[in-house]
């Protein structure tokens, strides 16, 4: 079956910092762009993080640009997202998506993704 494995969350200080891990199973997330959203509770799902199939192109929230990084590791058939200062605000339940096989040369947090990993808990608490 296809799915996303996410690995990494947990528990943390504010000011602190996480890697979420999102390995596909199943498929090749290559060349999908892939997105990173999170949701916490009584809030719409937003989105976060994307990076296109190439790596070569990010886009990020507001409220996380400048400290979230998203990356990817065609090789390992896995993407990441380093999240650095981590602000009480930042918890949520984070998922990982990918899109359909595209040639796109740009990410969009608003596009279609077709496979979801399970969510993680990020808690940022002192």
């Known amino acids: 079956q296809r799915q996303l494995v996410q690995s990494g969350g947990g528990l943390v200080q504010p000011g602190g910092s996480l890697r979420l891990s999102c390995a596909a199973s199943?498929?090749?997330?290559?060349?999908?762009?892939i997105g990173w959203f999170r949701q916490a509770p009584g809030k719409e799902r937003e989105g976060v993080s994307c990076?296109?199939?190439?790596?070569?192109?990010?886009n990020y929230a507001d409220s996380v640009k400048g400290r979230f990084t998203i990356s990817r590791d065609n090789a390992k058939n896995t993407v990441y997202l380093q999240m650095n200062s981590l602000k009480p605000e930042d918890t949520a339940v984070y998922y990982c998506?990918?899109?359909?096989?595209?040639?796109?040369?740009?990410?969009?947090?608003?596009?279609?993704?077709?496979?979801w990993g399970q969510g993680t808990q990020v808690t940022v608490s002192s």
């Open positions: 990076i296109s199939s190439s790596g070569g192109n990010t």
């Open positions: 998506a990918a899109g359909p096989f595209t040639v796109r040369a740009m990410c969009h947090m608003g596009a279609e993704y077709n496979y």
């Open positions: 199943g498929f090749t997330l290559d060349p999908r762009n």
